[in-house]
């Protein structure tokens, strides 16, 4: 049997991201035995303690078990944990050692969306690559800059640790855990059950880009203004080096560091969002918008809106925009 370990965190807590696993995991021994196979998943819950933690105010969770127990994992589920990051970190400081010392064991280790807080706080993504939500990217980037952040990932497998993108992409992760344990024919069967498109790999169609302006480089700020009021225009690094008297060099290397972005990254991000709301809500044809945020090169719009979405403009359109006229 392989153990599984759903984590009971202290403060608050996606609960769907614990009842998820659960069911997927439970359900997925239903599977195996109505097939005339053995269930292979003994799940348990894992606490600090056995108290009951309780959700959103009217939901009570109750472990199984707590760490302190003679207990071997094969997989540790750390759920989404919501609230203020240092707060909910240090709440649950004390199953650090205990997930590294399970990972020692033998154990591979899964964080459910914003879960990679905690699990980035273990030091076992160091040097790694992992995803979160996407709202959450500059947070994460700021807090754990040892790590490679992959925001635009549903899944990251770094040799038994993984992490899921943003929100219920959570299920995306199970169904692919699902499969690493037992099957192709059992994780399509249970991506039809629950109805989750399986093989996805991109959360960038569902990205908002607003701009990291969760630093304190004025000279930064100002040139995020200005690229934002103008972004139909050619904007150039020269340019800006020059309004704000700030050499290209440090410019760039500045506005890299504040944003994660470099500044031509950063007009392009700009600009394709100023797309996809207008493809949402406007009945406007391709060339209309593209010309519209500044773009005279059709090839180029359509790649560099493909590369930041993970779809072109016209799929991008008919996916947002029922009531768009086909281009």
């Not at 609230?83 to 400081?93: D, H, L, M, S």
């Not at 290209?248 to 500044?263: D, P, Y």
Request: hydrophobic letters at 40%.
């Amino acid at each position: 049997m392989k153990q599984i370990s759903i984590l009971v965190p202290k403060g608050a807590v996606a609960l769907s991201c614990i009842e998820g696993s659960f069911v997927a995991f439970t359900k997925a021994n239903d599977f195996l035995e109505s097939l005339g196979r053995p269930a292979l998943f003994n799940v348990k819950l894992i606490g600090l303690t056995k108290e009951a933690q309780v959700y959103d105010r009217l939901f009570r969770v109750t472990p199984d078990a707590m760490i302190t127990e003679d207990h071997k994992a094969d997989l540790i589920i750390i759920p989404a944990v919501n609230g203020e990051r240092e707060e909910v970190i240090a709440q649950n400081k004390d199953f650090y050692p205990w997930i590294v010392q399970q990972h020692k064991a033998g154990a591979e280790v899964a964080s459910l969306c914003v879960g990679a807080f905690l699990l980035a706080s273990t030091g076992l993504l160091d040097g790694r690559r992992c995803s979160t939500h996407w709202l959450a990217a500059a947070e994460f980037r700021a807090m754990f800059p040892q790590i490679e952040l992959v925001s635009e990932k549903i899944i990251t497998d770094e040799f038994g640790i993984y992490s899921s993108g943003g929100a219920n992409s959570f299920w995306n992760l199970l169904i692919y855990l699902i499969e690493k344990y037992t099957d192709r024919d059992m994780a399509i069967l249970a991506s039809k059950y629950f109805e989750i498109e399986i093989d996805r790999d991109s959360q960038s169609c569902f990205t908002i880009f607003k701009g990291q302006r969760e630093h304190q480089d004025e000279s930064v700020k100002q040139a995020q203004e200005f690229i934002e009021q103008n972004f139909m225009e050619k904007i150039t690094v020269e340019q800006l080096s020059s309004m704000f008297a700030v050499g290209r060099r440090s410019l760039e290397r500045r506005f890299k560091k504040a944003t994660s972005n470099t500044v031509s990254e950063y007009i392009q991000r700009v600009k394709v969002e100023v797309a996809k709301k207008s493809f949402e809500s406007s009945r406007k044809n391709i060339n209309e918008i593209m010309w519209e945020v500044g773009y005279s090169d059709t090839k180029a719009f359509r790649t560099i809106f493909k590369k930041t979405t993970g779809l072109s403009p016209l799929e991008y359109r008919n996916k947002y925009n029922k009531g768009a006229v086909k281009a």
